[in-house]
């Protein structure tokens, strides 16, 4: 009795809500997951997703703004944006680690050709859409990014390929172990390195140039010598030396003046597959997604905003998701006839790459972060992802189902 008499009421006030923020992060995605069958065209990440959006202050916030600002206040939403941060820096590190750049160095010629024309195609169509905005009005630029920063930035949001989703939706498929499977995870891995590199060219910061090149020029032996340590270490050390090589990669990138995404990802790329089992690998990033990940789609869905008009953003994302889906399949079908590929194949490639969810919207969280895109810029590409995503599995499985059955 004593001891609960003298516990801060603040505290205690505190605990409550961010208790109710979790109860809502994690009962309302999956209530209308199960409830709304949704599986078929939305899985339960890309519903997560959508209900960071709906209990935003664009949404919630708009409809119950005493309600919003009460439960998702300055204290609750700091917990929040910790426990997102670490989520997606481990599922960062565990795509990096997922990278089979050797299988794709044995088929260079055609994942180089497909993968490139599969990016650089809907990167130059988003680009022309980033100067459209530009044009059309003001509001989508942010206060510190250059303006081939954002076209640059926005046309690589149109172009790139979410990796872990893709996994999932072609495990769901049924196609994730065929070769034709195989294929497709060659051709997203290219990409998903392409990515990052994108991202480090246009985080570079000219004041601190010197210190950028001097953690890259560093990297390269201290990642030789973590490899070197990984395979003399017992199977079970790995997993947290490699958590801690996590941190001090994400620390030591982000003092540099990269983000710390730039570096997770380098720890899990340069970190040898074979250190860790394969299945056990696999049951980690389900459970990342299970626990902590669903923080992170409700700290993004937090951040969306439509100051421009609610009309206008969604214009935008309109604008946004022809200019990747057309730029995507267009630059598949080229690399369909370089290439010689049967009649067909493209179109199903081509949507398969268009999924984009997690990775693409921890791509323009770092944007957002860094001033280079505003809440409105970042709001029309996290719609664009969701619909792109949601657009794969019912254009993919009906064409699958008819080349079985002719099969």
Known sequence: ??????????????????????????????????????????????VQIVCGILLGPGVLGAAFPAYYATVFDPGVIQALNGIAWWAVMVFVWIAGIELDLGQV?????????????????????????AMALLHWRDGWIGPHGARWQF??????????????????????????????????????SLDDVAIWAVLAMI????????LQLV???????????FRRLMHRLPAADRWYVGLIWLALCALAADRAGLHFMVG????????????????????????????????????????????????????AAGLLLVAEVVGKLAGVHLAARWLGWSRGEAWLVGWLLQTKALIMIIFVNVLLDRGIITGDTFTALLLMAVASTMLTVPMVAPRLQRLRAAG
């Open 264 to 315: 997770a990802f380098l720890a899990g790329a340069v970190t040898d597959r074979d250190s860790f089992d394969g299945p056990t690998l696999d049951l980690l990033r389900h459970h990342v997604l299970l626990v902590v990940m669903p923080v992170f789609f409700l700290s993004t869905g937090l951040r969306t905003h439509w100051s421009v008009g609610g009309g206008a953003v969604f214009a």
């Open 203 to 210: 985080l570079v910061d000219w004041q601190r140039i010197g």
């Open 151 to 188: 076209v640059m930035g926005v046309g690589m949001a149109c172009a790139v390929t979410a990796l872990p989703i893709l996994l999932l939706l072609m495990e769901k498929l049924a196609i994730l172990r065929q070769p034709f499977g195989q294929r497709v995870l060659r051709y997203a």
């Open 215 to 225: 953690f890259l020029v560093l990297f390269v032996p201290v990642a030789w010598a």
């Open 105 to 129: 160095w044995r088929q260079r010629r055609e994942c180089g050709i497909t993968a490139g024309l599969a990016l650089g195609v809907p990167l130059l169509f988003g680009a022309l859409a």
């Open 1 to 46: 009795m004593i001891a609960t008499r003298h516990l801060p009421k603040r505290s205690m006030h505190q605990t409550d809500l961010f208790l109710l923020a979790m109860l809502l992060i994690l009962a309302v995605p999956y209530l209308l997951w199960r409830l709304g069958r949704t599986e078929y065209v939305a899985p339960l990440v890309v």
